[in-house]
C-alpha cells in the first residue's frame, strides 16, 4: 500500500505536466479540451490527495486538497492567457515540480512521521501560496479585460482563495484558526480591496498580479511572525524592504498604456 501511496506523489504531477504540453499544442483544434482536462485533474486530485493521506480525518484532507486543487487549477486558466512558448512551458514546469515536492512532504508527514521536518510544510506552504495567488489573480484580470467576467466575481474569488491559503500557511505554522481568523478576514478583504482598485491601473495583467502578490507576501509574513510572537523591528524591515525594491522594479520597467 506504501508504494501507491507513493506512486500517486509523482503521477500527479506527471499528468498534470502531460495535459497542460497538450493544451500548447493542440488547444486551437480543440479549446473545449481544457474543461475536460480541469475536471480529470480535480477527479485525480480528489482521489490521489486521499490515498496519500491515508486517513479519514476530513479537516486534514480538505486542508491538503485545496493547495494542489488551486495551484492547478490556476495554471491551467493562467496559461490560456500567456503569449510565448517558453512562458507557457515555464508555468507548466516550475509549478508541477512544486506541487511534486508539496505531495512528497504530504506522503512523509502522514506515512512516514519519523522522516517529517517540523515547519517544512509550512515553508512550501509559503511560497506556494503566492505562486497560486499570482496565477489566479492574473487569471481573474484576464477574465475581466478579455471575457467581460464581473468584477464583483472576481474580486469575491480572490477573497476566498486568499482566505483558504492564508488558513493553510497558518495552520501549518502551528497557528490555530481561534488566533489567526482576524488575520485571515483582515488580509483577505485587502487583498480583495487591492484587487478591485489595481484593476483599474492601465498595466498588464501581469504586473497587476506582481502587486497583489507582493502585497500579500508583506501581509501574511508580518501577520504570521507576530502571531508566532517572532515579529521585530528587523523582521518587519526585511519584508519591507524586499516589497518595495520588488514593487520598484517591477512598476519601474513596467509598460503603461
Not at 477574465?143 to 491559503?165: E, G, P, R
Not at 480583495?192 to 491601473?201: A, C, Q, S, T
Request: proline share 3%; glycine share 4%.
Amino acid at each position: 500500500m506504501a508504494r501507491i501511496r507513493h506512486f500517486f506523489v509523482w503521477l500527479i504531477p506527471l499528468m498534470v505536466f502531460s495535459m497542460l504540453e497538450y493544451l500548447f499544442f493542440f488547444y486551437a483544434l480543440r479549446p473545449t479540451i481544457v474543461y475536460w482536462f480541469i475536471a480529470f485533474s480535480a477527479i485525480i486530485i480528489f482521489f490521489g490527495v486521499m490515498v496519500i493521506i491515508g486517513e479519514k480525518n476530513l479537516r486534514n484532507f480538505f486542508l491538503f486538497l485545496a493547495t494542489p486543487l488551486f495551484l492547478v487549477l490556476g495554471q491551467f486558466i493562467f496559461v490560456l492567457f500567456l503569449e510565448g512558448k517558453l512562458l507557457r512551458h515555464i508555468v507548466a514546469v516550475v509549478p508541477t515540480i512544486i506541487l511534486g515536492i508539496f505531495l512528497e512532504n504530504t506522503y512523509i508527514h502522514f506515512q512516514k512521521k519519523e522522516k517529517y521536518e517540523p515547519y517544512s510544510m509550512g515553508n512550501i506552504l509559503s511560497f506556494l501560496s503566492l505562486i497560486i495567488l499570482y496565477l489566479f489573480t492574473a487569471s481573474h484580470f484576464g477574465f475581466i479585460v478579455y471575457l467581460n467576467v464581473s468584477l464583483w466575481i472576481a474580486t469575491f474569488i480572490i477573497i476566498f482563495v486568499t482566505f483558504i491559503i492564508t488558513e493553510q500557511v497558518m495552520y501549518f505554522h502551528g497557528i490555530s484558526f481561534q488566533k489567526s481568523w482576524p488575520y485571515l478576514v483582515i488580509v483577505s478583504l485587502v487583498e480583495g480591496e487591492f484587487f478591485w482598485v489595481i484593476n483599474f491601473l492601465p498595466s498588464s495583467l501581469y504586473v497587476n498580479a506582481f502587486i497583489i502578490t507582493i502585497v500579500y507576501y508583506m501581509m501574511i509574513g508580518v501577520s504570521r511572525n507576530h502571531l508566532l510572537g517572532m515579529l521585530n523591528r528587523s523582521v518587519f524591515l526585511r519584508y519591507f524592504f524586499i516589497s518595495i525594491v520588488s514593487l520598484s522594479v517591477v512598476l519601474i520597467t513596467a509598460k503603461w498604456s
